[in-house]
T-cell receptor, first 116, second 116 residues
């Protein structure tokens, strides 16, 4: 079990540029989640996948954000035309499908995005 | 909607002191409750969880009891150590709230510093 990995760990970009983050979940986990965490706040849910299907998206996920999980394994989160307000830590988590909402979500180390 | 309120920090304690971090919640359905911990420079880790009323979660000397009547899930530890210095997040999942959602709803986090 190698845990959830995310790449890159840090990203600095200029306003208006596009960025893409990758998440590799724990291999046998069917569910994959994206969260965003700003300084001094708890993580906020963005979206989640069950296998390759994107089942829920938060209202926080504007049209500039898109996420994919094409083969039900790794996932990408793309932000187009970045804004300074997008600066945050982007967290990925995965969980198995077992006992409904009690399944533990395992988090990756996060990608810290800074938009200049 | 779902929400989690936890006591604001930072909290500074001397080693071997008793710790309580208060957490209350609002949720539809029957949530599962979690405490996650974020050590400096590391990702979020599950500390403990409870999935139904009166359950007690415990790990590493920390405990929390799911109190449905007071909608609370307070975190306690009898004797803290310097190594417990971290940010603690209370969270819930309520998949039966109508949306079939498995998203975690987090509190804002409480920073704990333990001094020798």
């Amino acid at each position: 079990d190698t845990g959830v990995s995310q790449d890159p760990r840090h990203k600095i970009t200029k306003r208006g540029q596009n960025v893409t983050f990758r998440c590799d979940p724990i291999s046998e986990h069917n569910r994959l989640y994206w969260y965003r965490q700003t300084l001094g706040q708890g993580p906020e849910f963005l979206t989640y996948f069950q296998n390759e299907a994107q089942l829920e998206k938060s209202r926080l996920l504007s049209d500039r954000f898109s996420a994919e999980r094409p083969k039900g394994s790794f996932s990408t989160l793309e932000i187009q035309r970045t804004e300074q307000g997008d600066s945050a830590m982007y967290l990925c988590a995965s969980s198995p499908i077992a006992g409904g909402g009690s399944d533990t979500q395992y988090f990756g180390p996060g990608t810290r995005l800074t938009v200049l | 909607g779902n929400s989690v309120t936890q006591m604001e920090g930072p909290v500074t304690l001397s080693e071997e002191a008793f710790l309580t971090i208060n957490c209350t919640y609002t949720a539809t359905g029957y949530p599962s409750l979690f405490w996650y911990v974020q050590y400096p420079g590391e990702g979020l880790q599950l500390l403990l969880k409870a999935t139904k009323a009166d359950d007690k979660g415990s790990n590493k000397g920390f405990e929390a009891t799911y109190r449905k009547e007071t909608t609370s899930f307070h975190l306690e530890k009898g004797s803290v150590q310097v190594s417990d210095s971290a940010v603690y997040f209370c969270a819930l999942v309520s998949p039966y709230s109508g949306a079939g959602s498995y998203q975690l709803t987090f509190g804002k986090g409480t920073k704990l510093s333990v001094i020798p």
